[in-house]
């Protein structure tokens, strides 16, 4: 598998929403299990009871609306930017 620069893998990561998207809710945690480059797996229990399914296959260009725990964790100190971008240090 190749790999983009710059990719972020979420595989065995909590990811954040920071924006609401499709079945997504900002703010709720979210748990991937599976990365395969050009797409992401997301265990999805909340979508069970509705639509009989409690995993959902994400495309990687919707990683723009997830952070990890570390990258949730740089933000806080103001180290990077909202779509998971490092900015300069001064």
């Avoid at 595989?11 to 945690?29: D, N, P």
């Amino acid at each position: 598998m190749v790999y983009k620069v710059g990719y972020r893998n979420f595989q065995g990561q909590a990811l954040k929403c920071i924006e609401t998207f499709g079945m997504f809710t900002e703010g709720e945690l979210y748990y991937c299990f599976a990365d395969e480059g050009d797409h992401f797996w997301i265990h999805a229990p909340f979508l069970l009871e509705s639509l009989g399914v409690d995993q959902v296959k994400v495309s990687a260009d919707s990683k723009k609306i997830f952070i990890t725990r570390n990258e949730y964790e740089d933000r806080r100190l103001n180290t990077v930017n909202r779509r998971g971008q490092k900015l300069l240090e001064s």
